[in-house]
C-alpha cells in the first residue's frame, strides 16, 4: 500500500510537471526572450537618444557643447538604469507568478515592508534624495574633475546612491551622495591655471610681466593649445615678497579640464623666454659650514698654493 501511495505520488508529480512544461514554461522563455529583446531596444533608444540631443546642442551655439554633452550622459545613463530596473522588477514579478506562486500578498505587503525598510534604511534613503538633487541642480556630472570630501578624481559614473571617482593614479573611490559634506568641481564651464612666477628681486618687474604676457599671446596664436584657451593671459601683477623672490601672479582662462595641459606647455615656453632674456628663477642655496677643526686644513692649502 506504501509502495503504491509512493507511485502514485510520483506518477501525479510528474503529470503536473509535464503540463507546467508544456504550458508555462514556454511562456516564460517567451517572457525571458521579450525582456532581452526589450532591454536590448531600450540601450539602442537610449544611444539613439544620446546622439539626438548632443546634435542638437551642437547646433546651438548659445550653449557650451561640451557641458550639454556631459550633462546628456550623465542624465541618460541614469534613465537607462530606472528603465531597466522597473523591467527587471515587472519580470520577476511575471515568473513568481508563473511558478505558482501567488504575488497579491507580496504586493499588498509592499507597502508594510517598504515603511519598515524606510526606517531601516534611512541612510540609503537619504542617498537618493542627495543624488537626484545632484542632478537636479547639475552639481557634477560625468567627465567633470572633482574634490569630494577632499578625494580628488575624474567623474566616471553618477548614480542616484553613489558617485565613482579615480583619481590620478587610477584609484576608484566610491563615495555616497548621502555622506557628501563639501565638492568642488574644477572643470564646470570653464576652467583656469593660475601661475605664481618667482624671479630674482634684481629683475625688472615691468619686464618680466612684459616677457609673461608676450608668451601667453604666443601661446594663443598656437593652432594646437590656442583652441583650448579662452581668453587671453591676465597679468595680475608683484603678488608678494617671498624670502628669495619676487611672486607675479597670472591666470589663464581654458576650457574644461585643458588648464592643467595649457599650464605645462605655457611654463615650458616662459622658461625658454627667461633664458633668452637672461631673466634669473632663483633656487634655494645650501651653505655647509664645517666648524672651527677645518681651519688648520684652509691654512695648510693656503700654504701649500702659496709654495707653489
Known amino acids: 500500500m506504501k509502495n503504491l501511495f509512493n507511485a502514485e505520488a510520483f506518477t501525479s508529480f510528474l503529470e503536473k510537471l509535464q503540463e507546467w512544461v508544456l504550458t508555462e514554461l514556454p511562456i516564460i522563455i517567451l517572457i525571458t526572450v521579450i525582456l532581452l529583446i526589450v532591454l536590448r531596444v531600450v540601450k539602442l533608444f537610449i544611444r539613439k537618444l544620446k546622439k539626438t540631443l548632443i546634435r542638437r546642442a551642437e547646433k546651438n551655439q548659445d550653449r557650451d557643447t561640451e557641458e550639454a554633452e556631459k550633462r546628456i550622459l550623465t542624465l541618460t545613463g541614469i534613465l537607462r538604469s530606472i528603465i531597466k530596473i522597473l523591467l527587471v522588477a515587472t519580470y520577476l514579478l511575471i515568473i513568481l507568478q508563473k511558478l505558482g506562486i501567488n504575488i497579491a500578498p507580496i504586493l499588498a505587503s509592499a507597502g508594510i515592508v517598504g515603511l519598515a525598510v524606510g526606517f531601516g534604511a534611512q541612510e540609503l534613503v ?10 537636479l541642480e547639475n552639481q557634477v556630472r560625468a567627465g567633470d574633475v572633482a574634490i569630494i570630501n577632499g578625494t580628488g578624481g575624474l567623474v566616471e559614473k553618477i548614480e542616484l546612491r553613489t558617485i565613482t571617482l579615480r583619481d590620478f593614479s587610477g584609484v576608484v573611490h566610491v563615495v555616497q551622495n548621502g555622506k557628501i559634506n563639501s565638492m568642488s568641481n574644477m572643470t564646470k564651464e570653464w576652467s583656469a591655471i593660475v601661475f605664481e612666477i618667482g624671479v630674482a628681486y634684481k629683475e625688472n618687474v615691468d619686464r618680466v610681466m612684459e616677457i609673461m604676457k608676450e608668451t601667453g599671446e604666443e601661446l594663443i596664436k598656437d593652432e594646437v593649445f590656442g583652441q583650448k584657451i579662452i581668453d587671453p593671459i591676465e597679468i595680475f601683477g608683484l603678488d608678494s615678497f617671498g624670502d628669495s623672490a619676487l611672486i607675479i601672479k597670472a591666470r589663464l582662462k ?6 592643467w595641459e595649457v599650464g605645462r606647455e605655457y611654463r ?39 709654495n707653489k
Open 268 to 306: 615650458r615656453r616662459l622658461k625658454i623666454a627667461f633664458d633668452k632674456n637672461n631673466i634669473e628663477i632663483p633656487f634655494p642655496h645650501t651653505t655647509v659650514y664645517w666648524g672651527k677643526e677645518i681651519s688648520p686644513l684652509q691654512l695648510n692649502i693656503s700654504e701649500n698654493s702659496k
Open 126 to 135: 537619504r542617498d537618493v534624495i542627495s543624488g537626484f538633487f545632484i542632478l
Open 254 to 259: 581654458t576650457k574644461p579640464i585643458t588648464q
